[in-house]
């Protein structure tokens, strides 16, 4: 890849959005190099939630130029055996422990090299990471050697089975569409595994249009999917396929977590609706 289309870095953590940690973790970069651009995705992931962060990354990687290079950090056993990751999966570039953070992408993105980062390689020479903060002073160093062009190859062997979450239990469909809840975004929006194109090979295997379907969510029956937000009744749940091409429930300048009272991993489920029925 060409020198100048890797000079981006996106981070991801779950440090929050007022923490000095991000800033120590910008200052290693900058001082490393101070031509990289640095671009924050988020850093509001919720608090040791892996699952959380591996759903963001996928929506998120492909919105940036290729050859960008994510630094990820969501990381509650630092300090302990497990290894850190540099990743290519497709055009882009992933520095991350070897946790989980990869699991969503690696399902959507064949074309990948993995490798292990070998902290005894003469690379590592003078970095000495404190055990509480890999962050700063093991994967910030790396990305910004990764992002002026090293190859992947001197950071470490080959990875071949890194570390996947089963991030939710799989539910077949049937008659029915099913999945999860994966996150809550700042409007309260609850955000779901089901994308889009398994709902539109689901319509027209049963012949059906969105405004057919129904989504059950906890107790409520939803009838419909609209195309945005300001088409749904104030203050009543609506259902639609949000901007990252997943199935999302939402309230019209309301919040659906608070109204529907669900939390990530709650089950939800498509189907064709049964006019008799009142399902509004």
């Known amino acids: 890849m060409e020198q100048d289309t890797k000079r981006t870095v996106a981070l991801l953590t779950d440090f929050g959005p007022d923490s000095w940690y991000v800033g120590a973790m910008k200052g290693t970069l900058l001082r490393i190099d101070p031509d990289l651009s640095l671009v924050d995705i988020t850093h509001s992931v919720s608090p040791y939630r892996i699952a959380e962060a ?52 690696l399902q959507h993105e064949p074309d990948c090299e993995i490798r292990y980062l070998d902290e005894e390689l003469p690379l590592f020479e003078g970095i000495d990471p404190c055990p509480t903060f890999h962050g700063r002073d093991l994967f910030a160093p790396v990305t910004a050697l990764l992002a002026q062009g090293r190859p992947l190859k001197s950071f470490g062997p080959l990875c071949t089975q890194p570390v996947e979450l089963m991030l939710f239990e799989p539910l077949p469909d049937d008659e029915a569409l099913s999945g999860n809840v994966v996150l809550i975004d700042s409007f309260g929006n609850l955000i779901t595994d089901i994308r889009a194109a ?14 057919d379907l129904v989504v059950e969510v906890g107790r409520e029956r939803i009838l419909g999917l609209l195309s945005s937000y300001h088409e749904g009744m104030p203050g009543r749940p609506l259902a639609l396929i949000g901007s990252n091409d997943y199935l999302e429930l939402a309230v019209n300048r309301g919040d659906a977590h608070k109204l529907l009272k669900l939390e990530a991993g709650a089950k939800v489920t498509l189907s064709v609706a049964d006019r008799s029925r009142d399902d509004v």
């Open 54 to 105: 591996s759903f963001i990354l996928l929506s998120v990687y492909r919105a940036f130029a290729p050859g960008t290079v994510f630094l990820c950090v969501v990381d509650p056993t630092v300090g302990s055996e497990r290894r850190g990751l540099v990743a290519r999966m497709g055009d882009y570039y992933f520095v991350l422990p070897d946790n989980g953070l990869l699991s969503d992408l």
């Open 198 to 211: 398994r709902i539109a090979k689901y319509c027209r295997e049963y012949g059906v249009q969105r405004s």
